[in-house]
């Protein structure tokens, strides 16, 4: 009963919290327009891994399948790459533009403001300051990539936050042209962004020009090395390693902690494995640690797992034999809910602790490793039911990446054997008691 009256009163505290944070509209349109990115990231990176196969020539002899059908690999992406890239230059390439019109889509959504209307408006506004300066070439005028991939998705997203907003300022204060009520919405609704978006374009542009006369580089440079080290201190090991162990305390009290970090950890992640892919197709070293999913299947993943096996080790009782019996499939896709709600976990002391040490850890662990680059870094971005020791393969490219996973799941499973063993325990007390009964 008082641990009942504890987490009743814990949740009153921290719920309304955790709704806020999750609901905040500017965090949650972020948030969302991020999630329709996974696609994009996804095709990008296959294309560029087919187009640039992690792949040494000079270190192949030939001899054998396996030479063979890397040398085939490498020979063929080399003869079809202008095809191969261009899929990825459409997406991970020019991601800053759709990330600019999903985010202004997403918070006109919550403002009840023209949609589509607000999402042309916020990526025409980002394209004046970002695809800046037109390049004269012998085809024509053309606009520089460089400034619309990766390197500028935290500008989108702040071009676009100020657009929308401007778009619902002067919507809710009538300062807008309004079309006789015979007239159709979706004409209408045009002409309710015309001044807003005039504005938006004028204020940008003059903005941009102050920039180029005063610092002699444009907006969008101005507001990446804004951006850069607030997003250096935010993705660092002590920050994230924070987040992850925030995340796991939350769970054990019935909240869900994922919840309460993806809108803090989401963009960050998703721009990093952009820039990853954008460092690896230009030959260049990658500077992203936290990137796609690393500290996923680096943390609960390889848990999850760890989990699975202690209990099929010691498991007596009936409530974790049954556990075994259904929890298998969905853990080998990485769909933990069965085990957090199973065991459960909530309110569980005999798993929170052994959890906290356990992804402590691993991060820590595969952190040091990635860092001082035994291990690759991650640079593509998986579906996220990829099973764990796969994904960490194929998001880095590594051999010695699931290596590593498959020997910290053993070392978590050790930690983990004497802390179910003494929960177990109580369930099999609890379960002879009904029993008596």
């Keep these: 009963m008082k641990s009942q009256n504890f987490q009743e009163k814990l949740e009153k505290i921290l719920m309304p919290i955790a709704t806020k944070i999750s609901n905040q509209r500017h965090l949650a349109a972020v948030r969302n327009a991020m999630t329709v990115l996974i696609p994009l990231t996804i095709i990008g990176g296959i294309f560029a891994l087919l187009a640039a196969p992690p792949v040494n020539p000079e270190s192949l002899t030939g001899v054998g399948f396996f030479d063979n059908f890397l040398l085939s690999w490498y020979n063929w992406s080399k003869a079809n790459n202008a095809i191969l890239m261009l899929p990825y230059r459409l997406t991970i390439g020019s991601i800053s533009i759709y990330l600019a019109g999903a985010v202004a889509f997403r918070l006109a959504e919550r403002y009840n403001i023209p949609k589509i209307?607000?999402?042309?408006?916020?990526?025409?506004?980002?394209?004046?300051?970002?695809?800046?300066?037109?390049?004269?070439?012998?085809?024509?005028?053309?606009?520089?990539?460089?400034?619309?991939?990766?390197?500028?998705?935290?500008?989108?997203?702040?071009?676009s936050l100020i657009v929308v907003e401007i778009i619902n300022f002067c919507i809710k204060h009538d300062v807008s042209i309004k079309m006789p009520d015979a007239v159709p919405p979706n004409v209408a609704a045009p002409f309710k962004i015309l001044i807003p978006l005039t504005i938006s374009l004028v204020g940008f542009l003059l903005l941009d020009a102050l920039c180029q006369s005063v610092a002699g580089f444009g907006l969008n440079a101005l507001l990446t090395n804004i951006m850069t080290p607030l997003l250096s201190a935010t993705e660092s090991f002590p920050s994230f390693i924070l987040l992850l162990l925030i995340s796991q305390t939350l769970w054990f009290f019935g909240i869900h902690g994922d919840n309460m970090i993806n809108p803090i950890v989401t963009p960050i992640i998703t721009a990093n494995i952009a820039l990853n892919m954008e460092a690896y197709n230009s030959g260049a070293e990658m500077t992203h640690i936290f990137a796609g999913q690393f500290h996923v299947y680096w943390s609960g993943w390889v848990t999850g797992w760890a989990i699975l096996i202690a209990m099929f080790i010691v498991a007596k009782s009936e409530q974790l034999r049954t556990i075994c019996k259904l929890a298998p499939l969905s853990t080998l896709f990485n769909i933990n809910e069965p085990l957090v709600f199973g065991i459960p976990t909530v309110l569980n002391i005999f798993m929170l602790i052994p959890m906290l040490i356990c992804i402590f850890l691993n991060i820590s662990v595969a952190y040091f490793l990635t860092y001082i680059g035994f291990l690759g870094k991650p640079y593509i971005l998986l579906p996220g039911t990829t099973p764990a020791p796969l994904a960490a393969f194929l998001s880095t490219m590594d051999w010695k990446a699931p290596i590593v996973w498959f020997i910290l799941c053993a070392i978590n499973v050790i930690i983990l054997i004497p802390f179910i063993k003494k929960h177990d325990q109580q369930l099999l007390k609890q379960e002879k008691s009904i029993e008596e009964k």
């Design 117 to 159: 209307e607000s999402c042309v408006s916020a990526t025409v506004v980002f394209l004046i300051i970002a695809g800046a300066p037109i390049k004269t070439t012998e085809a024509g005028n053309a606009i520089p990539l460089s400034g619309l991939g990766a390197g500028s998705m935290f500008n989108a997203i702040i071009v």
